[in-house]
């Protein structure tokens, strides 16, 4: 009888740590946090939480984890262009492991950086475009996977391919030294990509 128990018990034990392991799990990878973090701006400039300049001038987000501050697990910094002198306006916004936004807070002490005069959408949608090949892709591409399941940085800049002006969406990852190029027209439409060293 005891034997039972004992086996019943440490069957209870394991269960519930195996629970516990499988909700410690995030829900999501780092670049839907990431793509999560575009829509959230557009939804606080639009319920006027925080400056429009988030949504024309961001250039640049950061996927970070947390640690040990549960139920916060991703943290994602946006920052705009930068000024000529100090520091980008900077603005974080954290998230559970399932994508469910928790907090966000604009950095202080931040200057407002040049418009890069961003035309037929803003900034953070192209960036957000940039993200959309990453998440259409990142299961079934090897090469993609990556900058899908570890990506660390986003950046938005402006160039010119082929004769035509598009915006560059540049994407890192802690997983490999490689960086993932997703060009996008001016609209937002998908162009080309390309894995460079």
Do not use: C
């Not at 018990?9 to 999501?28: D, H, N, R, V």
């Amino acid at each position: 009888m005891k034997s039972k128990l004992l086996a019943l018990a440490i069957g209870i034990l394991a269960a519930s740590q195996m629970t516990f392991a499988q909700e410690a799990a995030p829900g999501i990878v780092k670049a839907k946090a990431a793509e999560l973090t575009a829509h959230r701006v557009d939804r606080l400039v639009s319920l006027n939480k925080i400056d429009s300049s988030f949504l024309t001038k961001a250039a640049k987000m950061e996927v970070t984890v947390v640690q040990n501050q549960a139920p916060a697990y991703y943290k994602v910094r946006v920052s705009q262009t930068q000024p000529a002198s100090g520091e980008a306006l900077q603005m974080d916004v954290v998230y559970d492991g399932n994508g469910k936004p928790l907090s966000y807070t604009v950095l202080p002490g931040g200057s407002a950086g040049p418009d890069e005069g961003w035309t037929g959408v803003d900034a953070i949608t192209l960036m957000e475009n940039g993200l959309h090949y990453v998440l259409e892709n990142g299961e079934k591409d090897a090469n993609v996977r990556p900058f899908y399941t570890a990506l660390t940085t986003i950046t938005l800049t402006k160039g010119q391919l082929n004769g035509k002006t598009i915006a560059r969406t540049q994407m890192k990852s802690s997983e490999n030294a490689l960086t993932l190029n997703v060009y996008v027209n001016l609209d937002g439409s998908f162009v080309s990509s390309e894995i460079i060293k």
